[in-house]
């Protein structure tokens, strides 16, 4: 195997890489590295690439080489020592990642290096990944960023950024948001793993795996009882040391402080709250602890208003006011002042003060009023034209059912603008919460229940061992693999595996069942013969910045609620337990309790399905058209008809010849340089006892659609009389038989090519499969007759001894003789062309439609010497039937060329009956004067009867 360097234009070839090894690591770098030696320099530039399992890998940087002999002196005289080739994946290193937004979505930005942006979702940061991108990257070198459709992510975030790249902010989808990316090609999509590898691997020859190698993450602090705690924000000052019993006992000793957001057995169950793992009696007591306060990765949980409902509020007995067709949702803005201003503030005067805006919230159960703090009291919007932007709230009035908050606008130093203003309004249905007051009881107790819930999704990643395993696959397999897949047509491991995706194996002696994501991909190709794979395989993964990237984001702070998503092991019990009830099985008998659909059809056989007389298993289409080897049926079979090969169907030629043949295999001649030949080898596909019907100098044709070069095919139906025929979407092919080489059974023989010449452009070999006709040969006068037959004629040939059909070799065509004209035949319509016929019957014509016509007798020819007489005599025919009698009026008019003479000659004339007597002597002239008519004169003859009436024309 050998892999071409190309320059960046793809039209020079720099070199050939002999061997090279591929490294990939998921959510980091991919790239190939080969070492070469030259007996020249090779003149690498930055853009030359190499082509690797349908993957372009640039240069981004000219390669060290090593001069160790003078130029041309040694085939090593110079070595390139592990040149790099780089993924696409590597332009996201050098693009930067600068505040730039959608044109379409109304934001405003500043194109700086440095910014912050409030991301309501991950669709808002694969956005901004995707417009910098846009920047640099067009046409054939465009990216594509796309979100998985069933990633649910964490929301309403705000994001602080100072000069990174582009990874860096693929970075933060995954340390931020807990979303996993992969990059295939020019496309990055974000929340998911890569697709499973088309294999389950097993321990064992011919499964997949020859050694198993599994090692305990070090790193990894397990926890079997966790303590968990939300925090401070919006709790209430003390609220805990005020809780008490039905004895108005307080829970909490007074020397016992406790502000964070406590687990809902706190204090009124346990003053020591915690949750244990159904791992500790195997593993034993091992503690932590969680703060859920928004440091770290971890989200921050406290009272809020987000999510709560007022059916929520209801089932804890507290009921709210709401207008008719509400959909109860308590953390969405039920009205907002509408500002028509700039934002600029330009027109106030000194002293003024920007003026404030109003908000309307729903009746959310509570009065603000009522829970103030030392702190102000504040309203931060989720999404909307103000999502990410926190409102002091200066004032709160009881309206009706509704509560309406004064607020203060916010001024953003980088864009100099006062929010909100008539571009930027809040509207009915933007999302919030509330900030730095003292919620009510209910809103805490909802927010113990969402930090139980974080809990214990934190315990269940962290309360087991987590391994990497680096399995060591059998290259052999693998290869056997990759031959199985190519033969069918179908894209095989070694060409689709990646780093990223799911490996799935299987080893009951380490417990190994299920999918665990491929870490590092290491495929060494050139060395062996066939390519050596090293994996590592990690069922959790944390990203890290390139090397060579300093990831520089100043902090990521956020509320709300991340739903996340169900871990490997979770989705991997959830799938065993539902899956027996509502799965069947493709690995064991199972039964379906209701009716089956296959749309695309299905595919019996424990060998699968091939089409054909000779073909295997069975198949059932879309359409219900069974194939299958054979039908039994106990009782009837009713169908509307049934079809015993009544009617034969031919696309094409039939033809009757001295030998043809189906071809089994075939294979061309090469010179010594690879070149493809004009000659080569060709098997019989003959059953038991049959003998090829072919002979040496056998001249021979065939059609066959190209699959592989369909512009080898014929576009349009040509047929020359020659023999040079096409046919619409076949190639043609000739070859003439040079040797039989199994004398026995004539199975294999040697063949040759006809040569191209003025009428015949092209050289095609035959294929497997393909039906030919020996329709006649050079050299054995035996084997040169055949006979053939087309949609518009049938032609029986004799003596063909050559490519091409001449005249000679026609002994007989009937149907469409029109194609005869190239022989010089003036033939047209249907009818027949024969060299001899010999009959002892008789020859009819039919009268029906025949054509009436004169016949003109003028005894011998039609030339009258000085000094002669001819008798002229005329009847009348239709068909061959003699229908003279029936002729009502003859005339005959002359033209000599003297028209007065002519006029008097045909007065005298005008009794004319169908016979006259021509004279050309001294006394009479019936020719005209000579002196005129040098050359002849015409005799227009008409007959008319009764139905008809028809002339002829006579030169004498």
Not at 914 to 943: C, M, P, Q, R
Request: aromatic share 10%.
């Amino acid at each position: 195997m050998a892999w071409k360097v190309y320059d960046k234009t793809g039209n020079t070839v720099r070199c050939t890489l002999k061997s090279l090894e591929y490294n990939g690591t998921w959510m980091g770098a991919c790239f190939v590295t080969s070492t070469l030696k030259s007996a020249v320099p090779i003149p690498f530039e930055i853009g030359d690439y190499v082509m690797y399992r349908g993957e372009k890998f640039e240069i981004n940087y000219d390669p060290t080489a090593l001069k160790k002999a003078a130029r041309k002196t040694s085939g090593e005289a110079f070595v390139y020592d592990n040149a790099k080739f780089n993924w696409p994946g590597d332009e996201l290193t050098r693009c930067d990642f600068l505040d730039y937004v959608k044109s379409d979505n109304q934001i405003h930005f500043t194109s700086l290096p440095k910014f912050s942006f409030f991301a309501s979702s991950i669709q808002d940061l694969a956005d901004r990944v995707q417009v910098n991108l846009d920047r640099i990257y067009i046409g054939a070198q465009k990216w594509t960023v796309v979100v998985h459709p069933e990633y649910v992510s964490t929301t309403n975030v705000n994001i602080d950024v100072n000069n990174i790249k582009v990874w860096g902010a693929l970075e933060l989808f995954n340390s931020k948001f807990g979303a996993n990316f992969v990059i295939r090609g020019r496309t990055i999509t974000i929340g998911t793993a890569g697709i499973a590898v088309g294999n389950i691997f097993k321990y064992g020859r011919g499964n997949g795996l020859y050694e198993i190698q599994r090692t305990a993450d070090a790193d990894q602090q397990i926890i079997t009882r966790l303590r968990a705690y939300g925090s401070t924000r919006n709790m209430p000052n003390r609220y805990y040391n005020k809780l008490s019993n039905s004895s108005l006992t307080n829970y909490l000793p007074n020397n016992m402080a406790v502000e964070n957001l406590m687990l809902p057995d706190f204090p009124k169950t346990t003053l020591d709250p915690y949750i244990d793992s159904k791992n500790i009696a195997a593993l034993g007591i091992r503690e932590g602890s969680v703060y859920f306060d928004g440091t770290g990765d971890l989200e921050e949980i406290y009272p809020s208003m987000e999510g709560m409902t007022a059916e929520q509020l209801k089932d804890a007995g507290i009921y709210v006011s709401l207008d008719a067709g509400d959909n109860g949702n308590l953390d969405e803005v039920a009205d907002a002042e509408q500002l028509t201003d700039d934002g600029t503030m330009d027109s106030l005067k000194e002293g003024e003060d920007v003026p404030p805006f109003t908000i309307t919230l729903k009746d959310v159960g509570f009065n603000i009023n009522d829970y103030l703090t030392s702190e102000t009291a504040t309203i931060s919007m989720k999404n909307g034209m103000c999502g990410g932007r926190d409102f002091e709230i200066t004032k709160c009035e009881k309206k009706g059912n509704k509560y309406v908050l004064t607020c203060n606008r916010v001024y953003d130093e980088s864009l100099k603008l006062y929010f909100p203003y008539k571009d930027y309004n809040i509207k009915s249905g933007d999302k919030f919460v509330l900030l730095y007051i003292g919620m009510p009881d209910v809103y805490i107790q909802a927010a113990s229940q969402r930090l139980l819930a974080a809990a214990k999704k934190y315990l269940a990643k962290n309360d087991y061992v987590r391994y990497s395993y680096e399995p060591k696959v059998d290259d052999i397999f693998m290869a056997r693999q990759h031959d199985w897949a190519v033969a069918r047509g179908e894209a095989s491991i070694h060409d689709t595996l990646k780093e990223g995706d799911l490996m799935l194996f299987t080893d009951s002696d380490l417990g190994i069942e299920g999918s665990i994501i491929i870490d590092t991909l290491i495929i060494k190709e050139g060395e062996d013969m066939i390519p050596k794979y090293t994996m590592t395989l990690r069922e959790e993964k944390a990203v890290g910045s390139l090397e060579k990237i300093q990831n520089q984001i100043d902090s990521i702070a956020g509320g709300g609620q991340g739903t996340g998503g169900l871990n490997t092991q979770q989705i991997q019990s959830i799938i065993r337990s539902l899956g027996n009830q509502l799965f069947l099985s493709r690995t064991h008998n199972d039964t379906a309790a209701g009716l089956i659909s296959f749309l695309a059809g299905a595919i019996f056989g424990a060998s699968g399905f091939a089409e054909g007389l000779t073909g295997f298993g069975a198949k059932i289409d879309s359409m219900g058209r069974g194939y299958m080897e054979s039908l039994t049926l106990r009782r009837f079979l009713e169908v509307p008809e049934l079809r015993f090969n009544r009617a034969e169907i031919v696309l094409g030629d039939k033809w009757r010849s001295p030998g043809a043949g189906i071809i089994e295999s075939v294979e061309p001649d090469y010179d010594a340089d690879g070149n493809l030949l004009r000659s080569g080898t060709i098997s019989l596909k003959l059953q038991d006892g049959e003998i090829g019907a072919v002979a040496v100098d056998d001249i021979c044709m065939g059609y066959f659609h190209d699959y592989e070069t369909p512009g080898n095919n014929a576009v349009s139906d040509i047929d020359d009389s020659r023999g040079n025929r096409m046919f619409a979407g076949f190639c043609t092919i000739y070859f003439r038989i040079t040797e039989i080489l199994d004398a026995g059974t004539n199975k294999r023989f040697r063949y040759v090519l006809r040569g191209v010449s003025d009428r015949w452009q092209y050289s095609f070999h035959p294929c497997e499969a393909l039906h030919f006709v020996a329709y006649g040969n050079f050299t054995n006068k035996e084997r040169q007759t055949s006979a053939y037959e087309t949609r518009t004629y049938r032609r029986f040939l004799v003596g063909v001894n050559d490519w091409e059909f001449t005249k000679s070799m026609i002994a007989m065509q009937d149907g469409d003789l029109s194609n005869l004209n190239i022989f010089g035949l003036n033939m047209t319509g249907y009818s027949a062309y024969l060299n001899n016929i010999y009959m002892t019957g008789t020859i009819e014509q039919l009268q029906i439609d025949a054509p009436v016509r004169i016949e003109i007798d003028t005894q011998g020819d039609n030339f009258l010497a000085y000094g002669e007489s001819m008798e002229i005599t005329c009847k009348v025919f239709k068909g061959w039937e003699d229908i003279t009698d029936t002729v009502r009026q003859w005339t005959i008019r002359r033209d000599s060329g003297d028209t007065a003479d002519d006029e008097a000659w045909n007065i005298k004339h005008k009794d004319f009956n169908g016979s006259i007597t021509i004279y050309n002597t001294k006394e009479i002239s019936d020719l005209g004067n000579n002196s005129v008519t040098v050359v002849s004169t015409l005799f227009t003859i008409t007959a008319t009867n009764d139905t008809a009436s028809i002339e002829a024309i006579v030169t004498i």
